[in-house]
């Protein structure tokens, strides 16, 4: 069964350094988002992205954090300056074909440390 | 703002009950309906998707969907302890994001 993939599993960082989380969403989708939940609580909306560009931002979503699909396979969310308010789970989501079909599948998530 | 507001429980039940999930949601232009479960430290795992007013059942789940009252449901029948997880709730319109709930947690005692 087609699945969305999410490396590293963990991640920890100092404050302030770069960190980039990486996802292979399922292959035949064309919706790929980014989500958020800090540790209990709600899961937040970062990012989505469709054709190749940002599609909806949540304010969350603010100049330190980038997506990117460098290749055919691959979706990247980079922050570029660690806050020890960023530790949280990241999970990449995806959905299919558009329209009505709008059933996102998430990945087993990146758990984020900021130190 | 668009909300999405879930009693979070704990909501308790023996084995073999019907658990029952609620959801209100505020924005009227929501077309598109759905019930994650959520196991602690894993990802949301989808469960249920539901468009239309009505029920919809996929072997022990059952959810219901009311445009017109803002509301959505999840019915779990013959519960599992398997079953004890948080059930997210989560609307959007056809293409953007989801918005959850705060989950309702589900416990099932053997």
């Known amino acids: 069964e087609p699945e969305v993939t999410q490396t590293p599993s963990h991640q920890v960082t100092q404050m302030g350094q770069e960190v980039i989380l990486r996802c292979v969403p399922i292959?035949?989708?064309?919706?790929f988002y980014w989500y958020r939940q800090i540790l209990g609580q709600k899961v937040e909306f970062l990012v989505s992205?469709?054709?190749?560009?940002?599609?909806?931002k949540s304010e969350i979503f603010d100049d330190q954090f980038s997506v990117e699909r460098p290749d055919g396979s691959n979706f990247t969310l980079k922050i570029r300056s660690t806050k020890l308010e960023d530790s949280a789970m990241y999970f990449c989501?995806?959905?299919?074909?558009?329209?009505?079909?709008?059933?996102?599948?998430f990945g087993q998530g990146t758990r984020l440390t900021v130190v | 703002q668009k909300e999405v507001e879930q009693n979070s429980g704990p909501l308790s039940v023996p084995e073999g009950a019907i658990a029952s999930l609620n959801c209100t949601y505020s924005?009227?232009?929501?077309?598109?309906f759905f019930w994650y479960r959520q196991y602690s430290g894993k990802s949301p795992e989808l469960i249920m998707s539901?468009?239309?007013?009505g029920d919809k059942e996929d072997g022990r789940f059952t959810a219901q969907l009311n445009k017109a009252s803002q509301y959505v449901s999840l019915l779990i029948r013959d519960s599992q302890p398997s079953d004890s997880a948080t059930y997210l709730c989560?609307?959007?319109?056809?293409?953007?994001?989801?918005?959850f709930g705060k989950g309702t947690t589900l416990s099932v005692s053997s």
């Open positions: 989501a995806s959905s299919g074909t558009g329209g009505t079909s709008t059933e996102a599948f």
């Open positions: 292959s035949n989708h064309l919706y």
């Open positions: 992205f469709y054709n190749n560009e940002i599609s909806e």
């Open positions: 924005d009227r232009v929501s077309q598109s």
């Open positions: 539901i468009y239309s007013n």
């Open positions: 989560a609307v959007n319109q056809a293409g953007t994001a989801l918005i």
